[in-house]
């Protein structure tokens, strides 16, 4: 997926908006904006008394006009936040192409739509294939090209077994044969989801957004009620409003700026995460990673490097260095991870092992697992066996063997220097330890201590020992670390986390990851990793970019700045109206209130089609603002909360004042009220 974004005044964004704003005056649509509806109604009123009205009629035909722009506007903001994802949508429904999929049937394979497949259904995808749907694959390598998705020109390999088994539908095989199994029901891919969000089209309010609106609801009811007491329509202390004017007086005084652009706000969230190729199942799970206090991130790619290298080879006594390498080679020759190929050529480099024969029928290569932490080869009687030092020792043990003291404190010594020590053994005997290095990432450690003013506590989960893991976690800044992380371990310690009122967040790509994902208050699994880790998440990153959780979560929280200071704004503008319309309205009954009429407005007319001008300007002005967010800051709650009050509370005082005062004088200057 391109990361490029219309800007907010292209054309293909701007023409579908306006005609957009207009279809949502619907009432079914806009009763779920209570703020909005009201204004609406009062927009309807204001037009039934343009026709009603034996008086002042240019006065009230203005009224009505301002007041349905402030409903329009509003509206427009809303359809350009949606507009800017439909966008998105556009280049994404081009990955989604009419397809034929080949289906296995029994021994046989029919061509049939992929429209047409269910779960766990079986497909035959070869060379220029495109990928019917979302499955994993159940048999067979090949090399995938998912730029359709992600954006990235570069190919991925994706194979059965393992965490690199899920593809996407609309994604192309560029070579070799895959068998997938179906993982997907109709109509509900990852990428028919991803196409809804970005729309807009089935975002669900969030908690805090719902809590915001009752809130809002209750602040217009209010209003709402002091203006219906002021009977017949209008006669207090001798005075007599018009329909129209207590309209005015209403729509000035809700806080229509936030309402307007309430909505918007939220889509531009999930749409600034989208521009980062990250999906996210749900509004809900954007706005906790703003209120996240517990980042829970793994070493390996995300603090580290990500590519541990064999540095030594430090032999046990009696052990010579050449039969240590040649056992830890024979022990890695299966392994594909970037630490056992390096094992493999640090040994052909120093004693120039190669071609080595293991494809006999009496060979069994043991996979490493989170349980036993360990892996090897069995070649006939013999069991050679490479891994962390504690479950290494356990085996040899089982055998009936011994742990040299010696390759103890090998282990101990290499932990201390922050590497990672692999025992190696054959059999009973303990040959050695290889150390792996493992580099912190380049700027990690500021980034930590701009989340430590968050006041975000981080956690490193790594499988190394307590002391591997105690160097890296000291070199890298972070708060705390899990050492020898199983995934049990992880889960446990979310729901510790949770239990004790945190919210917290997590990356994961494994089917392992998978329960700890869907505990967690934000799962960001890797584009890469099984179905089972992306069904179980509320966040898929489509570049398997583990660090990018710490940018999900600067999202997260610039669009609860963005709500927070936009609010702050749309109250204190409130205030400021009031001050403003209120003394012009009663001056000529009450003479002595023109002393607060500190703008010197000119008449009671032309200050509150002035109130009410201002009021659908803002919006406005304040659409950019709203889709791009607030200027993030990595600043703790206090100093947020006092920048908010002191850039947006102040500021929506003052600006009311000046941008009424200045329409006033061209109303007056004009003759138009």
């Excluded at 050449?322 to 392994?335: F, G, H, N, R, Y």
Aim: aromatic share 4%; hydrophobic share 45%; charged share 20%.
């Amino acid at each position: 997926m391109s990361h490029s974004t219309p800007s907010l005044f292209d054309k293909s964004i701007i023409a579908p908006a306006v005609g957009g704003a207009f279809r949502k005056l619907d009432p079914r649509l806009m009763i779920k904006n209570p703020v909005m509806f009201v204004t609406l109604v009062g927009a309807a009123l204001t037009t039934v008394a343009v026709f009603t009205s034996h008086t002042d009629r240019g006065f009230v035909i203005q009224l009505a006009v301002w007041l349905w722009f402030t409903v329009l506007f509003a509206n427009f903001a809303e359809a350009v936040a949606e507009g800017r994802g439909k966008a998105q949508a556009d280049s994404l429904r081009k990955a989604r192409k009419d397809t034929m999929a080949r289906r296995i049937k029994g021994d046989k394979e029919e061509k049939v739509a992929a429209a047409l497949l269910e779960k766990d259904d079986l497909v035959v995808c070869e060379t220029g294939d495109i990928i019917p749907a979302d499955g994993d694959v159940v048999q067979g390598i090949a090399s995938v090209d998912e730029a359709a998705i992600t954006g990235e020109s570069a190919p991925v390999i994706r194979e059965s077994g393992g965490d690199r088994s899920a593809v996407t539908g609309g994604t192309r095989v560029i070579s070799d044969r895959i068998v997938i199994r179906i993982t997907s029901e109709k109509g509900n891919t990852f990428l028919d989801r991803m196409i809804s969000m970005v729309e807009g089209a089935k975002r669900q309010k969030t908690p805090n957004e719902i809590a915001l609106t009752i809130l809002l609801s209750a602040l217009t009811l209010i209003f709402l009620l002091v203006v219906v007491t002021l009977k017949p329509f209008g006669t207090y202390a001798g005075i007599s409003f018009t329909i129209p004017v207590l309209v005015a007086l209403l729509v000035c005084l809700i806080p229509t700026t936030i309402g307007g652009l309430l909505s918007a706000i939220g889509i531009s969230g999930i749409d600034r995460l989208i521009r980062r190729n990250v999906m996210a199942t749900s509004g809900r799970a954007v706005e906790a990673a703003g209120d996240i206090d517990v980042l829970m991130l793994d070493k390996t790619g995300t603090i580290t490097i990500g590519n541990r290298m064999a540095s030594d080879f430090v032999p046990a006594p009696g052990v010579s260095e050449k039969e240590l390498a040649d056992a830890a080679q024979l022990a890695s020759l299966a392994d594909e991870t970037p630490e056992g190929r390096s094992i493999v050529v640090l040994a052909k480099e120093k004693f120039d092992f190669r071609a080595r024969e293991v494809a006999q029928p009496h060979v069994t290569f043991v996979p490493f697992t989170a349980q036993t932490r360990m892996s090897g080869v069995d070649v006939d009687d013999r069991h050679v066996r490479k891994g962390a030092a504690d479950s290494v020792k356990q085996w040899v043990e089982q055998q009936g063997g011994t742990y040299p003291p010696e390759v103890e404190k090998a282990v101990e010594s290499a932990s201390r220097s922050g590497r990672t020590p692999l025992v190696v053994a054959d059999g009973r005997k303990v040959l050695g330890i290889v150390e792996l290095k493992d580099v912190v990432k380049g700027g990690i450690k500021e980034r930590f201590a701009q989340l430590r003013k968050m006041g975000i506590r981080t956690v490193m989960i790594t499988g190394d020992n307590p002391m591997t893991a105690a160097a890296i976690a000291a070199e890298a800044g972070v708060d705390d670390f899990m050492a020898q992380a199983t995934p049990e371990d992880k889960l446990k310690r979310i729901r510790e986390e949770q239990a004790a009122g945190h919210l917290v967040a997590m990356t994961g790509d494994g089917t392992n990851d998978a329960p700890a994902l869907a505990q967690a208050d934000v799962g960001v699994a890797m584009n890469t990793g099984t179905q089972a880790a992306r069904e179980a998440g509320n966040m898929v990153d489509l570049d398997s970019n583990p660090t990018k959780l710490i940018e999900i979560v600067e999202i997260g929280k610039q669009l609860l700045m963005t709500r927070g200071s936009l609010t702050t704004f749309s109250i204190a503008n409130d205030v400021a109206k009031y001050f403003a319309i209120i003394p012009a309205m009663l001056m000529v009954t009450f003479p002595a209130m023109s002393a607060l009429n500190i703008m010197k407005l000119g008449s009671p007319q032309s200050a509150i089609l002035s109130a009410i001008i201002f009021n659908a300007l803002v919006i406005v002005a304040l659409i950019p603002l709203a889709l791009k967010g607030v200027p993030y800051k990595p600043l703790g709650a206090i100093e947020v909360l006092r920048r908010n009050l002191l850039v947006y509370g102040l500021g929506g005082l003052v600006v009311p004042f000046i941008g009424i005062k200045a329409i006033d004088l061209v109303i007056t200057n004009l003759n138009l009220a």
